[in-house]
C-alpha cells in the first residue's frame, strides 16, 4: 500500500497539486480571526497569525509569507499601518520553519514552550516600528503595572512583550488543534484517494489483460 501511495504522491506532483488552496484558507483564518477580535474588542490579542503559523507549519516558509505578508495588505483598511509589520510577518515565518526541527507546531508541549520565545521575537522586531514610525503608547491597560521610571521605548518593548506572550502562546495552540484537524481529515482523504487510484489501476490492468486474451 505504501508503494501505491507514493506513485500516487509522485502522479499528483506531475498533475501540478500545490499549496495555495491551503494558504487561502490560512490567509481566510488570519482576516476572520482578526476582524472577530477587533469587532469583540477583545483586549491584548490579535490572533492574527493563526493562519500564518498554521500555513508555514504545513505547506513551508513559501505559504506561510504569502499568507501573512498578503493579510499585513488585506486587513490595512481596519488595522491602520499593519503593512508596515511585515518585519514581524517574516519573523514568525523564519522561526516557525526553523522550531518545527525542535517540535513546535509538532507536539503539544514542545509548542506550548517554544511560543514564549516566539512572543520575545515578534515584541523586538515590531517595537521599532511601534516606538519610532508610529509613535504610539503601551496601552492603559498596561502601563500602571510597567515601572513609572523606565522610557516610553521600554514601555512599548515590556508592553509588546507581555501581549505577545498571550497572544502567540494561544495563536500557536490554536493552530496545531487546526493542523491536527487537518491531519485528520488529510489522513482520511488519504485512504479514499488510495482506494480510488487502487480501483482504477486493477481496473485499467483488467482491461490491458482483456485486450491481450
Known amino acids: 500500500m505504501s508503494r501505491d501511495w507514493a506513485l500516487f504522491s509522485r502522479l499528483r506532483k506531475v498533475a501540478g497539486w500545490t499549496n495555495w488552496p491551503l494558504t487561502g484558507i490560512c490567509l481566510a483564518a488570519n482576516i476572520i480571526l482578526g476582524l472577530l477580535v477587533v469587532g469583540l474588542r477583545l483586549p491584548f490579542l490579535y490572533l492574527d497569525s493563526v493562519g500564518t503559523i498554521l500555513a508555514t507549519a504545513v505547506?513551508?516558509?513559501?505559504?506561510?509569507?504569502?499568507?501573512?505578508?498578503?493579510?499585513?495588505?488585506?486587513?490595512?483598511?481596519?488595522?491602520?499601518?499593519?503593512?508596515?509589520?511585515?518585519?514581524?510577518?517574516?519573523?514568525?515565518?523564519?522561526?516557525?520553519?526553523?522550531?518545527?526541527?525542535?517540535?513546535?507546531?509538532?507536539?503539544?508541549?514542545?509548542?506550548?514552550?517554544?511560543?514564549?520565545?516566539?512572543?520575545?521575537?515578534?515584541?523586538?522586531?515590531?517595537?521599532?516600528?511601534?516606538t519610532f514610525v508610529l509613535r504610539i503608547?503601551?496601552?492603559?491597560?498596561?502601563?500602571?503595572?510597567?515601572a513609572v521610571r523606565t522610557t516610553n521605548t521600554d514601555k512599548i518593548v515590556l508592553a509588546g512583550l507581555l501581549v505577545e506572550l498571550l497572544d502567540k502562546t494561544l495563536s500557536s495552540i490554536v493552530a496545531l488543534g487546526l493542523r491536527r484537524l487537518m491531519i485528520g481529515g488529510r489522513r482520511r482523504a488519504r485512504e479514499m484517494a488510495l482506494e480510488r487510484f487502487s480501483s482504477e489501476t486493477e481496473s485499467a490492468a483488467s482491461a490491458v489483460r482483456r485486450g491481450r486474451g
Not at 503608547?137 to 510597567?146: K, N
Open 137 to 146: 503608547s503601551p496601552p492603559d491597560g498596561l502601563s500602571r503595572y510597567l
Open 59 to 130: 505547506a513551508g516558509r513559501r505559504s506561510g509569507l504569502v499568507c501573512g505578508i498578503g493579510f499585513t495588505v488585506i486587513s490595512s483598511p481596519w488595522i491602520s499601518h499593519s503593512w508596515m509589520y511585515a518585519g514581524t510577518v517574516i519573523g514568525i515565518v523564519l522561526f516557525t520553519e526553523t522550531g518545527k526541527r525542535y517540535g513546535f507546531m509538532r507536539t503539544w508541549r514542545a509548542t506550548i514552550a517554544c511560543a514564549p520565545v516566539l512572543a520575545v521575537v515578534c515584541a523586538f522586531l515590531s517595537a521599532p516600528v511601534s
